[in-house]
Each structure stands twice: as structure tokens, then as C-alpha cells.
T-cell receptor, first 112, second 111 residues
């Protein structure tokens, strides 16, 4: 069964460093999303992406964040200058239509 | 504004039933139910679109009451594998497809 994959599974970085989180959505899906979950809290929407552009973003998704689909398979989330409060689990999701979203296993980001 | 789930936590014995509710103060376009086990990704269970439909597979079903802006998830004859945190994700309006997740309900099924 097709699934969303994410790399790395765990990323440790120093405050102020740039990180890139990678996702490979399900191959025939057209809508892509990033969510994050701070430890012990609920999942929060960051951004949605369709037709090579951001379709929606939350207030969390400020200028430090960017997304890109550099080729036909990858979907990336970049954080330019990480802060301690960026430590969280980041989930990529994809959907064929704007409805059922399938989540990847997540990348645990730890900012020291 | 996030949907509110109740109860916050529930402990069951194997074979018992449970109901988890998800309420919104805003008009809902759709409700998505997920189960998340500790340290893992949310796993999609089902989606309900406005219209008051009820869905289900195996021993898990859900309903959506459009008038009350509420959805309920029904777990019958619970199994150990049902343990986890259940989240409802709501979509408000047809122009957006971002999921706003509820506060979560921790379900523990004991032997």
C-alpha cells in the first residue's frame, strides 16, 4: 500500500541553524501539507501546497519557513534559522483530492 | 478555533464500547477521524462530509450531525489495538482543506 515517507526520522540541530525536512508524498497525490506536533500537544497545521504554490498557511508559518517541491517526487520544509520552540514532530501529509490526508511517520526535530 | 473533544480520556476493558465526541462552534464542512499511537503518525480512520451521514468499518463507526456541528466516533467491542489518542480534524468551508485538530481523547484498552 502506498505511503508517505519522511527523512530524516530524527534531526538534531543547533539554534540558528537551517534545517530541511524531506517528504515523499504518495505518488498520484496532488495536495501536500506540513503539520507539526509539539510534545504532548495536538497536531497543528502549518501549510498546504497545490499546483506548485502555497494554497494556505497558518500564523505559525512565518518568514523563517518555506516549502518547495524541487522535483516530481520530493516535498521539503525548510526552517531558515531554528529556534528552541521549533522543536517538535513534523508531519508531512498528502491527498489525492482536498479531502482524506495521509500522514507520514514524521521527523522529530530537536533544537539545542 | 479548534473543535472540542470529550471525554479527554477513557479507560476500557477489552470488549467494552466507547463514544468519543467532537464539537465545533463553527459550521463544519467535513470531519476527519485519526488514531495516533505514542510516537507514531496519525492514522486515518474515516472522513464524514456534511449531510449527517454515518460511516463505519469493522467495529468503528462515526456520525456527523450537521445541525449540532458535532461528530461522534463509536468504538464497539474494543480491542487492545484500539488504544491510542483519537483526534478529530475539522475542515471549515469548502475553500480550505486544512485540518484543525481537536484536543484529543486518550483511549486505553486493558485486558
Amino acid at each position: 500500500e502506498p505511503e508517505v515517507t519522511q527523512t530524516p526520522s530524527h534531526q538534531v540541530t543547533q539554534m540558528g541553524q537551517e534545517v530541511i525536512l524531506r517528504c515523499v508524498p504518495i505518488s498520484n497525490h496532488l495536495y501536500f501539507y506540513w503539520y507539526r506536533q509539539i510534545l504532548g500537544q495536538k497536531v497543528e497545521f502549518l501549510v498546504s501546497f497545490y499546483n506548485n504554490e502555497i494554497s494556505e498557511k497558518s500564523e505559525i508559518f512565518d518568514d523563517q519557513f518555506s516549502v518547495e517541491r524541487p522535483d516530481g517526487s520530493n516535498f521539503t520544509l525548510k526552517i531558515r534559522s531554528t529556534k528552541l520552540e521549533d522543536s517538535a514532530m513534523y508531519f508531512c501529509a498528502s491527498s489525492a483530492w482536498p479531502d482524506t490526508q495521509y500522514f507520514g511517520p514524521g521527523t522529530r526535530l530537536t533544537v539545542l | 478555533q479548534q473543535p472540542v473533544q470529550s471525554p479527554q480520556a477513557v479507560i476500557l476493558r477489552e470488549g467494552e464500547d466507547a463514544v468519543i465526541n467532537c464539537s465545533s462552534s463553527k459550521a463544519l464542512y467535513s470531519v476527519h477521524w485519526y488514531r495516533q499511537k505514542h510516537g507514531e503518525a496519525p492514522v486515518f480512520l474515516m472522513i464524514l462530509l456534511k449531510g449527517g451521514e454515518q460511516k463505519g468499518h469493522d467495529k468503528i463507526s462515526a456520525s456527523f450531525n450537521e445541525k449540532k456541528q458535532q461528530s461522534s466516533l463509536y468504538l464497539t467491542a474494543s480491542q487492545l489495538s484500539y488504544s491510542g489518542t483519537y483526534f478529530c480534524g475539522t475542515v471549515y468551508g469548502g475553500a480550505t482543506n486544512k485540518l484543525i485538530f481537536g484536543t484529543g481523547t486518550l483511549l486505553a484498552v486493558q485486558p
